[in-house]
T-cell receptor
């Protein structure tokens, strides 16, 4: 069975401080990992995916198969980063059927 | 249409009544998904339609829940004999590229069962 764990419900940081949103997964096969974000009063949207190895809005995430983790990081938090972040797990051949974590609310304080 | 459209945006119903939630996916998207978002529960997968294939219903919590997708486009999620624990935001998403992980979500239907 697939499982995604986001241990923090709420993460509060000051503007300019580094951010790390934790995500751990459980899956016996070859995983595909994603981060989704939901800004206030906006729709849930894809932020980034591990296979692209990209940086979006200054965020990066590295898949660590040894630790089964896919933590989301940003070196300097901005006020506009305040949002709900969901880690999601897919699998090869699964179409885009994703298993989501419970989400972490990021609050960036001035 | 610019994106996935869901209606109604809010639905209040009495326990025991049936409700229907509608989703219009982005034109041309072959895959359609229903998720449920409850407080503290994250997004719970309900059902997945891909083209003309049989839907993946593995996430439906009980036989009170069912969904249809007519003509490969619009989908309706039906909850019969609603219970208070069915109260949640029901999200619909569609996607085009298989395996990309890129889902386009609607704004959701907030269902409240009194």
């Amino acid at each position: 069975a697939q499982r995604v764990t986001q241990p923090e419900k709420l993460l509060s940081v000051f503007k300019g401080a580094p951010v790390e949103l934790k995500c751990n997964y459980s899956y016996s096969g070859s995983p595909e990992l994603f981060w989704y974000v939901q800004y206030s009063r906006q729709r849930l949207q894809l932020l980034l995916r591990h296979i692209s190895r990209e940086s979006i809005k200054g965020f990066t995430a590295d898949l660590n198969k040894g630790e089964t983790s896919f933590h989301l990081k940003k070196p300097f938090a901005q006020e506009e980063d305040s949002a709900m972040y969901y880690c999601a797990l897919g699998f090869t051949g699964g179409g885009n059927k994703l298993t989501f974590g419970t989400g972490t609310q990021l609050k960036v304080e001035l | 249409g610019a994106g996935v459209s869901q209606s109604p945006s809010n639905k209040v119903t009495e326990k025991g009544k049936d409700v229907e939630l509608r989703c219009d996916p982005i034109s041309g998207h072959t895959a359609l998904y229903w998720y449920r978002q409850s407080l503290g529960q994250g997004l719970e997968f309900l059902i997945y339609f891909q083209g003309n294939s049989a839907p993946d219903k593995s996430g439906l919590p009980s036989d009170r829940f069912s969904a249809e997708r007519t003509g490969g486009s619009v989908s309706t999620l039906t909850i019969q004999r609603t219970q208070q624990e069915d109260s949640a935001v029901y999200l619909c998403a569609s996607s085009l590229e298989q395996g990309s992980g890129k889902l386009f979500f609607g704004s959701g239907t907030q269902l409240s069962v009194l």
